[in-house]
Antibody, heavy 124, light 110 residues
Framework: QLQLQESGPGLVKPWETLSLTCSVS??????????WGWIRQPPGKGLEWIAI???????YQNPSLKSRVTISADTSKNKFSLRLNSVTAADTAVYYC????????????????WGPGTLVTVSS | QSALTQPPSASGSPGQSVTISCTGT?????????VSWYRQYPGKAPKLIIY???KRPSGVPDRFSGSKSGNTASLTVSGLQAEDEADYYC??????????FGTGTTVTVL
């Protein structure tokens, strides 16, 4: 059974870089059928899509965050990561990693498996 | 890419039906049949309940159904149960590998 788990610092100072990792177990990120992505949710607010990546490294970001976001994949460790630079209080949120199906997948174009999420607070 | 628009709240009595709308544009919902819906309990990760507008993942009861007309998608929960009280989010593919979420709707079971 595929499981995703986010990890990283829970507190980041303003204007520094937020770094998170999503560890995937019970399956490989090397698959032609899925992207791997990040979504965030500020406290009391809605979901915001951040970015997705294919195991080959092809990546796509939310245009509103693109200048600050880097997403990468480490196939040797079966993980993928998010870096968000120059953070402010507005970046305080629960960050989720999730799997997104491609056309060949049983579930296409939807986030079908999610990690439990990790709260990142931006504060000095 | 702007968030899809959902009503902030919806409610119904046990056994009744509630329908949640999700309004986008001709560049997302109106163009692609890749609308998905998620249920989220407080403090928990979202769970996929509808994908490709109308399809249900294995294990999701058929009380949940989806539809689309023009730039608006809808989720209907029939036979409301206490466990359906949660936040619901829609999402759509918007081309060029871009995804967008809705603003979210809190469903209350009266």
């Amino acid at each position: 059974q595929l499981q995703l788990q986010e990890s990283g610092p829970g507190l980041v100072k303003p204007w520094e870089t937020l770094s998170l990792t999503c560890s995937v177990s019970g399956g490989s990120i090397i698959t032609s059928d899925y992207y791997w992505g990040w979504i965030r949710q500020p406290p009391g607010k809605g979901l915001e899509w951040i970015a997705i990546i294919y195991y080959t490294g092809n990546a796509y970001q939310n245009p509103s965050l693109k200048s600050r976001v880097t997403i990468s994949a480490d196939t040797s460790k079966n993980k993928f990561s998010l870096r968000l630079n120059s953070v402010t209080a507005a970046d305080t949120a629960v960050y989720y990693c999730a799997r997104v199906g491609l056309a060949a997948a049983d579930i296409h174009a939807a986030f079908d498996i999610w990690g439990p999420g990790t709260l990142v607070t931006v504060s000095s | 890419q702007s968030a899809l628009t959902q009503p902030p709240s919806a409610s119904g009595s046990p056994g009744q039906s509630v329908t949640i709308s999700c309004t986008g544009t001709s560049s997302d919902i109106g163009r692609f049949n890749y609308v998905s819906w998620y249920r989220q309990y407080p403090g928990k990760a979202p769970k996929l309940i509808i994908y490709e507008v109308t399809k249900r993942p294995s294990g999701v009861p058929d009380r949940f159904s989806g539809s689309k007309s023009g730039n608006t998608a809808s989720l209907t929960v029939s036979g409301l149960q206490a466990e359906d009280e949660a936040d619901y989010y829609c999402s759509s593919y918007a081309g060029n590998n871009i995804r967008v979420f809705g603003t979210g709707t809190t469903v209350t079971v009266l």
